[in-house]
Structures are given as C-alpha cells and as structure tokens.
C-alpha cells in the first residue's frame, strides 16, 4: 500500500516533522472552558487573517457548515445553492437531520452561481410558503472541477442577497486554493459574505481540522451549537498546533500543487484526447472524463490502483486531487500508471 500515488484526495497528506513537533509541544487546556491556550491562539489567528471578529475550531468543515446552518436557518426553510455543491450534496442527509433544512439547488457553469441566478432564487415567493434564509456557495468548487469564483463575482452575489436580506455562507473549503489561483486573500472573500469555514486538513496539510468565522454574535451561537453537537473537545491543542503551522506555511506552496494538476492533465489529454481539457483545471483537482474509453470509471479506478494510482470516482468520471505528499516525480509516475492502465 505504502508504495501507492494516493490522489483521491488533497485530505491524505501525514503530518510535517514541524506540525509533529508543535503536537508534542503544545500547550493546552480544556476547550469546553474557552482555555486552551492554542485553540485560541489558532482561532485568533484566523479571525486575523480573515479581517474577521471570531472564529471557532471544529474537527471537520462538515461540522463547520452543519452548526453554520443550525444558527441560520430555520426548520423548514431553504437554503440556495448550487447543484452540485458539497451542502446540498455530501451533506443532504446531514442538513436534513440536524436542523430540517431543504435546499433549492440551482445549476451554475463549472459549480458556480452568478449574482443573476441568485437574484433570481431570491425573488420572493408570491404565496410566502417558500422561505430562504440562507445563500450559499462554494470556493474553489470541488465537483466543477476546482473552479475558483473570482472575488468580483461574489461581492455581486453579496449584493443580490443583501437587496433580499438573505445571508451569504462560503463552504471555502479550499479558499486558499482559490486564493493561490486568482491572487485575492482570504480576507478579499471573508468581507463579503456573513459566515464562512475553511479546512486547514485539505490541501494546507494539517491533520484534522477546520475554521468557521464569523462575527462575534455568529460565533458565539455557533459555540453553543458546537456544544450541544457534542464537539466540546477538550484538548484540542495537540491538534491546533499543527492546524497552526499548517495555516502558516500551507498557503505558501499551493501553487506547486495547481502546477502538479496541469501536469497530470496535460498527460492524460495527451493519452485520452478529450477527456480532460487542461484549460479546465485552474486548481488541484482533475476530473477525467473516461466515457469515450470503453472502460467506466470504476473499471479504470481498479486498473489504476493495479498500476500503482489511487483514485476516487464522482458522476462517472475519475477523480484526483494534487497535493503536498506527490512530488512532480510522483506524477509523472502516476501518468506512466495512467499508460499502462491503458494498454491493459
Ligand atoms: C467543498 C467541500 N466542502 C466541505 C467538505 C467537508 O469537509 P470535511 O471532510 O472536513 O468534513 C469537503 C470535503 O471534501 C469539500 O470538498
């Protein structure tokens, strides 16, 4: 297994020997109380960086936005988003059994909404039963491919839901990547929009962890959200330590991954015309579209782990992330997998 390329996901990156040493070195506290030293000192951090007034440390971005929902939207009302977006995807059944949301997915070019398609959702219902409280979008988005939503694009859908006083969230998962591959900050996109999290274990590195921010009202309910889902989690220092270098040095390096993603693409077009355009991949995610092959995409999945490459699959297309544990080298291995998957 060791010797395998892993690319299913920019979330299989171990550890630094830095992020191991501030592990073991942390100071910490209990979390439940508000004293542990190093998740506040991560949390102060990315309200720091984000230009916003808190932020909360959470195992996961799926918890970032499932309390995010709890406190903004109410039983029974809906939250606009795109079709394909992790929210009203991975996190449907989530959404539905922790705070009764419904969503009213609308289809974007590549994952994203423009202000226009928002305004639209936003119109309101002439018979009132159709109540939204939320927007929300995703940046970098996963399934359109890593597209990332320049800064201009979101202050226009911020200002169609602020005319219908809806507020906008930002599932920025991979903001940084979206950062790295328009050249805003993270603070350009934390100013325009109500909430939002980041992941600090996605393509930054860290092993757990993700950051929802917010204002100071937002975050505190979203503390007592946190507590009543049952994350108050004690020590959580160990784990901020390395969310904290990770924060620091993760940012630094994306765009080596973004370079390692139009490799592997530019391979692959070459090997199977038409089935990814490396125009198309702006950030660390290719998708591969093998319908043309003959092969679907599990059968492809499974020769290319026989050939040495790890992969996942989403809407019938294979799916690979870059990230900080693939080298260059790895990649060209990995199209050299590609190859011989192909001949087999
Ligand atoms: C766009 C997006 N949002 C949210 C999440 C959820 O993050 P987590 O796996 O930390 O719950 C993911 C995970 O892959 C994602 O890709």
Redesign the pocket.
């Known amino acids: 297994m060791t010797d395998l390329i892993d690319l299913r ?1 920019d ?1 299989v990156t171990r550890p630094t020997d830095a992020m191991r040493t501030a592990m073991a070195t942390a100071e910490v506290g209990d979390d439940w109380y508000g004293d542990d030293p190093t998740v506040n000192a991560l949390q102060d951090r990315a309200a720091e960086i984000t230009g916003r007034k808190a932020a909360l440390y959470l ?7 499932q309390i995010a929902l709890h406190v903004l939207v109410r039983s029974g009302h809906f939250v606009v988003c795109e079709s394909s ?3 009203c995807g ?2 449907l059944h989530s959404s539905a059994a922790l705070s009764g949301v419904a969503f009213l997915p609308v289809s974007g070019a590549r994952g994203l909404l423009s202000a226009e398609q928002v305004a639209g959702a936003l119109r309101p219902d002439p018979a009132d039963v159709r109540v939204i409280d939320l927007v929300a979008i ?1 940046n ?4 359109g491919g890593g597209t990332p939503q320049p800064v201009d694009d979101v202050r226009a859908i911020a200002k169609a839901c602020e005319s219908a006083g809806v507020p906008l969230y930002l ?4 903001i940084f990547n979206a950062c790295a591959a328009t050249g805003a900050t993270i603070a350009d996109y934390a100013a325009e929009v109500s909430a939002m ?1 980041f ?1 600090l ?2 393509g930054l590195g860290a092993p757990i ?2 950051m929802l921010v917010g204002d100071s009202d937002f975050i505190r309910e979203a503390r007592r959200v946190k507590i009543l889902f049952g994350a108050a989690w004690r020590q959580a220092g160990v784990l901020a330590a390395a969310g904290l270098v990770a924060l620091e040095e993760g940012p630094k390096r994306l765009h080596e991954d973004h370079a390692k993603a139009r490799v592997l693409a530019e391979g692959i077009a070459d090997l199977l015309p038409g089935s990814v355009d490396p125009d198309a991949v702006p950030t660390n995610i290719v998708f591969v579209d093998v319908s043309g092959t003959g092969r679907s995409a599990p059968e492809w999945a499974e020769r290319l782990e026989a050939a040495g490459v790890r992969v996942t699959m989403g809407a019938g297309r294979v799916r690979m992330l870059t990230h900080r544990d693939v080298s260059m080298a790895d990649i060209r291995a990995a199209l050299a997998a590609w190859r011989r998957a192909a001949a087999r």
């Open positions: 996901s979330t195992p996961t971005g799926t918890m970032c936005t977006a992790h929210v991975m996190e995703e970098s988005h996963q399934v599932d920025g998962a991979r999290m992941c274990s996605k962890g993700s």
